[in-house]
């Protein structure tokens, strides 16, 4: 049984609070959150201890593991501070905004001893993992081209673009470190940025993108983002190898389908809300970090790849910005 | 090269005569039918003599087969009449509206030496005939379970259905011929029939039908049938064996899908009229009949074919209307 | 918060256990099994108390309601004992083995005042659910033909199979379930039964049937069962009506499909144990009585249901050895 | 009736030749090839006259239209010389090899007043027309990302793939054309070439390729091509609107679905030849073509959209090489 606390009250602090509640390993001890009753709210409604400052969570020698979930310029203190602190650590993505302050805090990170894992959730959805799973047990050959659709239902509110630091470090990064997890180094990147929504324009950002990017293995992804799709949460991705490929499909609330006169076979949209789309992957990215802890092994996704995901943001950035390829150093 | 007559201006002699037009090794010689200038504008699409009356089509020394597409009561003195001429012969089904008149014209039947096959076009269509294959080659153990869906788009009209001979001899004798064509001999059935269409309820005939065949090895068929479908024309089977199933699906004009935020990879009805559904199946009927003739074997479908399904017609009526189960003498 | 006790530690009972565990307004209070530690090594699991006597059950009074999921012909005297003791109930299918035990219990079945609901669990799967809902709402017009294919991985124990009291009471109670939910009263049921496994047959049972149910309304429902299915637990179900058809398809334990040089779009088995495939049926079927009892309003599945799907399967039972058809007295 | 010449008896001169057949509003008039005696086995299987030279076929005024089906080299002068002779033309694809070969004809092909065609069949294919005829009547809304998935099923010989002008002018130009297709002018492209096979890349061409194409709209289509795939010929788009999407999928020969204990629904491989896969669009391109000559309306694929797809082709190909994106001037 893992004590864990919860840094980070807001839309993702109560995904990791919800999941722990209905972990059988796991159990919320402490949850921090500086804003209002923002903690206090979330922590009573599991039954556990609030607080307004991370600190408690470093200094509770009954806490076991910390989640970190504060806003993005937070998570490298967060976690260099829960690391000293002797905590297992579950930080979200991205690592930073920026490859500077990882730099800057370069030492301090690899100083880390205590287990660190990051939240990729992708890697532990069922069907992308056995898409995985396949790949690496030669199913389809070697693998020569990969796609990645990944559409949002809709985009975040325009005050959480501002700050978000743009489509490629807040939503694609999920997508880089999905073509890391089946491509392994990225040598050179190019995207194209679009600006489908005037408002998101106006924000700075784009609210669209197609990334190409090819591997040291001369394999090649791409990836197609979009902040809205009026079907719902878009999530799929072909595998394509020499002897095959492997599909990952949209996951619907049913199996229904519907035939009548216009249409046949119609099934219904897709899950629309990411907490229910990776309602699995979150449990399974939970009890990933818990066995590791527990097992003393590393955890699956490290610190290294939330920085390489997020040089591959800055790369598309750049590249989306400029118009250019970008070559990336190994 | 075959020279073919086609009796029969029908609507089903149309079929057959474009199908010869198509068809590498036939020529359409001769159209007869005794019904103003039906014979002769059907001819003259496709470049062939017409003539008024079937006897032309027996007597002439060019014609090396003859189609029968007649009024069902034709059937039998037209196939015996082409028969005793020395034509090959290609009928349509059913046989007959009564086992009567199959009995009734035992001895003639049994004297026929010319190849002889029947229009159960289902055996032919490629995916039909692929699951049969499959199954007779082992690929799903042995057939336990086998369902025939079969639906038309819309009722005929119903004068049509008057002269009929009932949903069973008319639209259901395909898929007893279906049910022997995977289960060989039936021994025992059970009919519902429905009546959800109070025209054709007043016309004395059912719209609706579900049939339970049991066949000797112990297999069990289920045919599902309708004379209304709001999709099209939906004509799908499902075969289930020890080791798996197989299915054939509904078939549409395109592979397009829509997603919208209502309904997601909703494809388009099914094809919707039985000469588009079943275009490649006569071709195929009748390129086997070409090839049984031209090499001199059995043609796939013959008359015992024929008079089996019409025994299960018969069979069918008779349990719907009684509500009891019929054993048949096999 | 409902305090529950489970009578039967069986396999059922598991189910309940786990599924009261995972439910936010239920305890699982109390596990009765007079058969060794069973009672207590589930009730250990959960941090319950158990008894050998069901009697304890009924008597506590700090449970609210009774899961009865003893053998069989214990449902009864189960049932009336749980309601006399004033908990409300919720008892597992069939209500018993023969429609004589419960006429024998009529009187004190209808002197039940407690909330009683019995485990149809298929009506609260969410496929199945929502094809009742769009058909109910009118979105495939008067519904005509319903279509049920419910096959098991695997047989069941022949033990298990002799005391059963055969397929139809223990496995189709559930599909005449479905249809009675679907279409009503059935007046008329027509089955065959088979004998694939001669294991099965040996022990006087059938293991495979084929099931045509005439609904007051004209409908017809069929039903196909086989205790045998090679890629899993095949649960699917049809509904045809005037204007469209909906369709409940099986599940998988991901959306993975794999193209090669062989197949296509290949996805994995079904889900293939009842648990699992069930899983989210067991679940709202808890919610629902849960919330019947706190509301005070009428269980969604009643002792009426009970005894007219075990009619139903008496009538099935019948007409399966007997060769003919049944016709129900409504 | 429209009299056809076909120059070229090659592999596509077959195509073309089998479907002018099959046409009923066309004749196979001549068949011209310098080769040996390619032009008389062609013609003589549909009973046309042969020739070595092409100039016999500008110079028959039997001859209305003629199909030009030589080495890309001779595209440009057999399509001038053709319309110079006032034949109505319908010219394979690539135009030429080089945008230069293109400019030194400029003033030839300016003067062109006959109708000329380029066989860009994909845009006739009924699955990709229906899904540009949705977007055009605004079923998906604005549309925002186009995914095109094109791979072979095997490579070519690799003699022809030294004098084919590379993927992209070879195989690509066939998506270019799509792209325009549904997006009209391209600004902006870049193209990721791929060495999967040893011996390709020996002849100095990529053997498969990613490349991203922004249009004039804002929208960006990307295609993802590979001159292999193991399950045949794989050939899907995917066309992303604001207000939902559509999918033109891939073709097999049945529809039949194999369930077993390792896969279900297992679908065949896709069509696999070019021929088969794309049958219906040859037939329907050349009804375009002899609609559009006989009717004296201009032929939906222009002289403009043949340089259009080279001008991209070439593109591509320079970005491949240098790992660069290109500008596109409109």
Redesign the interface.
Known sequence: MLNIAVIGAGRIGHVHARTIA?HPEARLALVCDPIGDAAEKLASTHGARAAKDAEEAFADPQVDAVIVGSPTPLHIPHLIAAAKAGKAVLCEKPIALDMADVEAAQADLDAITTPVMFGFNRRFD??FA??RA?VQAG????L??L?I?S?DPAAPPIEYVKVSGGIFRDMTIHDFDTARFFLGDIV?L?A?G???DPAIKEAGDFD?A?V?L?AAS???A?I?N?R?????Y?QRLEA???????????????????????????????LDFFLERYADAYRLELSAFIEAVEAGTTPPTGITDAVEALRLAEAATTSART???V?LVS
Chains 1, 2, 3, 4 share one sequence.
């Open positions: 209905g069922p069907s056995a898409v396949a199913r389809i050959g070697a020569e081209q796609t659709i559409r050179e190019h194209v679009q600006n489908l669209a197609v190409t090819k001369g394999a090649v791409t197609i979009n809205h799709c009026a079907s719902g878009d394509s190898g020499r002897d095959g490929a492997l599909f990952a499909e949209n996951i619907r609330g049913t199996t229904v389908r519907l035939s009548n006169a216009e249409v046949t076979d119609a099934q219904e949209p897709y118009g250019e390829v070559r």
